[in-house]
């Protein structure tokens, strides 16, 4: 079944305690990307990567980074997390940037 | 500016009518791509349905359909004889080839409740 997976699917943690969230997706996508979701604002994008060993930033990527050493993967690491990243990620693939985008279930982090 | 504008915060319909949600967007690039995707209250994101700056007829999918209108920038999801299951949020999103890369913007969302 082709999927996206994140794990972990909620956590709850405490302000400056590294946390990494991992994305996996087994469609053999080139094109991966890391979405927060906050009430009226919609998705705002927060690092995507075109493929292996290419990222970029999108609009919101600061205290956030990210790795692509391997295609199916994409972790999205907070080195320092804060409460204002209390938030719920989503993580999503496709075979180019114009293709629509698989999601992955999202996962709901709260920064304490 | 904001790049791509849902202007309806909520929309009501009754089960089996039309209803048509609002997306107006933002842009000089000749190259983009508009997406439409939902969200039900069990959170997951669903891709509806897409609609090329370059595409000469507008996209439909089953019961939905998008009304492309490029000259007034707007990209309106149409969704036919409403169905219970249609209640979720409604989030458009925009992709510039050329202005921004891969980068994909999303409006604010439309959150659609069917009445039975």
């Known amino acids: 079944e082709a999927q996206v997976t994140q794990n972990p699917r909620y956590l709850i943690t405490v302000t400056g305690k590294k946390l990494t969230v991992t994305c996996s997706q087994n469609?053999?996508?080139?094109?991966m990307s890391w979405y927060r979701q906050d009430p009226g604002l919609g998705l705002r994008q927060i690092y995507y990567?075109?493929?292996?060993?290419?990222?970029d930033k999108g609009d919101v990527p600061e205290g956030y980074k990210v790795s692509r050493k391997e295609k199916r993967n994409f972790p999205l690491i907070l080195e320092s997390p804060s409460p204002n990243q209390t938030s719920l990620y989503f993580c999503?693939?496709?075979?180019?940037?114009?293709?629509?985008?698989?999601f992955g279930d999202g996962t709901r982090l709260s920064i304490l | 500016a904001q790049k791509i504008t849902q202007t309806q915060p909520g929309m009501f319909v009754q089960e089996k009518e039309a209803v048509t949600l609002d997306c107006t967007y933002d842009?000089?690039?000749?190259?983009?791509?508009l997406f439409w995707y939902k969200q039900p209250s069990s959170g997951e994101m669903i891709f509806l349905i897409y609609?090329?700056?370059?595409?000469?007829q507008n996209a439909t999918e089953g019961r939905y359909s998008l009304n492309f209108q490029k000259a007034r920038k707007s990209a309106n999801l149409v969704i036919s004889a409403s169905q219970l299951g249609d209640s979720a949020m409604y989030f458009c999103?925009?992709?510039?080839?050329?202005?921004?890369?891969?980068?994909?913007?999303f409006g604010e969302g439309t959150q659609l409740t069917v009445n039975p």
């Open positions: 999503a693939s496709s075979w180019t940037g114009f293709q629509p985008q698989h």
């Open positions: 469609m053999n996508h080139e094109y």
């Open positions: 990567s075109m493929n292996v060993e290419v990222t």
């Open positions: 842009t000089s690039d000749p190259s983009y791509g």
């Open positions: 609609q090329g700056s370059y595409d000469q």
């Open positions: 999103a925009m992709r510039e080839e050329e202005t921004s890369g891969s980068r994909l913007t």
